[in-house]
């Protein structure tokens, strides 16, 4: 059986892939802030689908939390055949209206954590020959969305730019770029989404069926579902002014302030 290590795997697009990587026969390591959470993860993903499933609690905003991950990837005795950055969060303001501190925190998720964490996994695979690694961007990547969309798009470049590096080694890499999906990625950053058509939203479980289908052959793009990829064609026509505010309005129609604006999915957040 082959191993996957899936950031954010307690909510949102993160326990979709745990439980499709379950269902496929892959042993797991679920990697999120929450140690209960996990360890009901793993216990329902074991009893159901009678795969290994360990856990290890990390909040990838630190250090210590990105070098345990670092160390689990790294490990020859133990190696990693999926790699899934999937942790992320939203945060609920405008630029200045959020704190720094919050604004750093998410580069650090987004980029850093996403950096260094393929980084290892890329190391190790390239020495065995072969490995996939999926990193969790987002369609906001490619339109002006303040913090939020410029670390999806980074995401974007730096995958695209190391699966071109790594060409011909064994090693694939992806960068998963969905629109809506429907998780608990707005509620927990305290966002309303009332005012988002129900033709926009998709499902988590074929968000990712896409995305391993699109690893599996070779691209290092994907945008599940023809109605985003129409809707990105469109976005090479639109002026990005124009762009920008259609993009603020359709995802930034905030509710009540929750308490620390983040979550343990990522990559829905148009």
Same mark, same amino acid.
């Given at each position: 059986?082959?191993?996957?290590? /899936?950031?954010?795997?307690?909510?949102?697009?993160?326990?979709?892939?745990?439980?499709?990587?379950?269902?496929?026969?892959? !042993?797991?390591?679920?990697?999120?802030?929450?140690?209960?959470?996990?360890?009901?993860?793993?216990?329902?993903?074991?009893?159901?689908?009678? #795969?290994?499933?360990?856990?290890?609690?990390?909040?990838?905003?630190?250090?210590?939390?990105?070098?345990?991950?670092?160390?689990?990837?790294?490990?020859?005795?133990?190696?990693?055949?999926?790699?899934? !950055? !999937?942790?992320?969060?939203?945060?609920?303001?405008?630029?200045?209206?959020?704190?720094?501190?919050?604004?750093?925190?998410?580069?650090?998720?987004?980029?850093?954590?996403?950096l260094r964490l393929t980084s *290892? *996994?890329?190391?190790?695979?390239?020495?065995?020959?072969?490995?996939?690694? #999926?990193?969790?961007?987002?369609?906001?990547?490619?339109?002006?969305?303040?913090?939020?969309?410029?670390?999806?798009?980074?995401?974007?470049?730096?995958?695209?730019?190391?699966?071109?590096?790594?060409?011909?080694?064994?090693?694939?890499?992806?960068?998963?770029?969905?629109?809506?999906?429907?998780?608990?990625?707005?509620?927990?950053?305290?966002m309303s989404t009332d005012n988002i058509p129900d033709?926009?939203?998709?499902?988590?479980?074929?968000?990712?069926?896409?995305?391993?289908?699109?690893?599996?052959?070779?691209?290092?793009?994907? /945008?599940?579902?023809?109605?985003?990829?129409?809707?990105?064609?469109?976005?090479?026509?639109?002026?990005?002014?124009?762009?920008? *505010?259609?993009?603020?309005?359709?995802?930034?129609?905030?509710?009540?302030?929750?308490? !620390?604006?983040?979550?343990?999915?990522?990559?829905?957040?148009?």
């Amino acid at each position: 059986m082959t191993t996957a290590l /899936v950031t954010g795997s307690t909510a949102g697009l993160g326990a979709a892939f745990a439980r499709r990587l379950a269902r496929d026969r892959h !042993n797991l390591v679920l990697v999120a802030r929450d140690g209960d959470a996990l360890r009901r993860q793993a216990a329902e993903l074991h009893d159901r689908h009678g #795969i290994e499933a360990t856990v290890l609690v990390a909040d990838l905003a630190t250090d210590e939390g990105i070098e345990a991950v670092e160390r689990r990837l790294a490990d020859p005795d133990r190696p990693v055949g999926l790699l899934v !950055n !999937n942790a992320g969060f939203g945060l609920r303001g405008r630029f200045l209206d959020v704190p720094m501190a919050d604004e750093l925190r998410m580069l650090r998720v987004h980029c850093e954590a996403v950096l260094r964490l393929t980084s *290892a *996994a890329a190391e190790a695979m390239r020495r065995r020959g072969r490995g996939g690694v #999926i990193n969790v961007a987002s369609v906001a990547a490619f339109v002006p969305r303040g913090t939020y969309g410029a670390s999806k798009a980074w995401v974007v470049q730096f995958t695209q730019g190391v699966a071109r590096d790594l060409a011909g080694s064994g090693v694939r890499l992806l960068a998963l770029c969905p629109g809506f999906v429907r998780t608990e990625f707005h509620q927990r950053a305290g966002m309303s989404t009332d005012n988002i058509p129900d033709w926009m939203w998709l499902e988590a479980d074929r968000v990712v069926d896409a995305a391993l289908r699109d690893l599996a052959r070779g691209r290092s793009l994907s /945008v599940p579902d023809a109605r985003y990829k129409a809707l990105l064609g469109v976005t090479k026509l639109v002026p990005r002014g124009a762009l920008g *505010a259609v993009s603020s309005r359709a995802g930034r129609k905030y509710g009540p302030r929750r308490p !620390n604006g983040r979550t343990e999915g990522a990559g829905d957040d148009l």
